[in-house]
C-alpha cells in the first residue's frame, strides 16, 4: 500500500529565502504527482503536476522536482513571500488511487 | 467560471442525524471524489465515481453513501452510523480519458456533530 510522507511537518522562514520541502512515497509505481496549496479552512489548489516521465515542472517561482526510482520529490519555492505561507501537500495517483500526505505547513515571516 | 462548488461551508447536525454534502462541478469531469480531511492527516478517500451512475468504495466508505445521476453532482450523505463524522470534507473532479488524471478540488464542507 502506498505511503507518503511529507518532512518537516512544519516550516518556519524569513521572508525572502529560498526553500525545499520534501515528499516521499514507498511504490514507485506512480502515474503521476501533484503538489497543492491549502489555506486554513480552505480547499486544494493545484500547483504542479508532474507525470512519471517527466522530470520536473515549474510554475513561477515554484519548481517540483521528481525521482521516481528513489521515490522522492521536492517543491522549490524561491524568494519567499509572507503570501506564501500555507500548508502544501503532496499526493500521488495510481489507478484510481490518489495518496496524500500530511502536508508540510509553511511560515513565511515579513 | 468553471469550478467545483459544495455547500454548505459549514453544517451542524445532531447526533443519530443523516445530512448530506453537496457536490456540483460545471468542468465536464467524468470523475469525481469525496475525500475526509482530519488534523494532522492527509486527506483520505470515502468514495469515487468515473462515470454516471457508477461508484466506488475508497478506504474509508463505512458510514457513507454516496449517488451519481448527473455528472455535475456527487452528492455524500453522512449516515448515523458514521462513528466519527466530525471533519473537514472535500469533493474533486478530474477527467479519465487520455488526461493527466489532475484533480480539482471545491472549497470544502466542514461537518460538526455533537
Known amino acids: 500500500k502506498q505511503e507518503v510522507t511529507q518532512i518537516p511537518a512544519a516550516l518556519s522562514v524569513p521572508e525572502g529565502e529560498n526553500l525545499v520541502l520534501n515528499c516521499s512515497f514507498t511504490?514507485?509505481?506512480?502515474?503521476?504527482l501533484q503538489w497543492f496549496r491549502q489555506d486554513p479552512g480552505k480547499g486544494l489548489t493545484s500547483l504542479l503536476l508532474?507525470?512519471?516521465?517527466?522530470r520536473e515542472q515549474t510554475s513561477g517561482r515554484l519548481n517540483a522536482s521528481l525521482d521516481k526510482s528513489s521515490g522522492r520529490s521536492t517543491l522549490y519555492i524561491a524568494a519567499s513571500q509572507p503570501g506564501d505561507s500555507a500548508t502544501y501537500l503532496c499526493a500521488v495517483y495510481n489507478n484510481n488511487d490518489m495518496r496524500f500526505g500530511a502536508g508540510t505547513r509553511l511560515t513565511v515571516k515579513p | 467560471d468553471g469550478g467545483i462548488t459544495q455547500s454548505p461551508k459549514y453544517l451542524f447536525r445532531k447526533e443519530g442525524q443523516n445530512v448530506t454534502l453537496s457536490c456540483e462541478q460545471n468542468?465536464?469531469?467524468?470523475?469525481m471524489y469525496w475525500y475526509r480531511q482530519d488534523p494532522g492527516q492527509g486527506l483520505r478517500l470515502i468514495y469515487y465515481s468515473q462515470i454516471v451512475n457508477d461508484f466506488q468504495k475508497g478506504d474509508i466508505a463505512e458510514g457513507y453513501s454516496v449517488s451519481r445521476e448527473k455528472k455535475e453532482s456527487f452528492p455524500l450523505t453522512v449516515t448515523s452510523a458514521q462513528k466519527n463524522p466530525t471533519a473537514f470534507y472535500l469533493c474533486a473532479s478530474s477527467v479519465t480519458q487520455g488526461s493527466s488524471y489532475e484533480q480539482y478540488f471545491g472549497p470544502g464542507t466542514r461537518l460538526t456533530v455533537t
Open positions: 468542468l465536464n469531469h467524468d470523475a
Open positions: 508532474i507525470q512519471s516521465s517527466q
Open positions: 511504490d514507485s509505481a506512480i502515474y503521476n
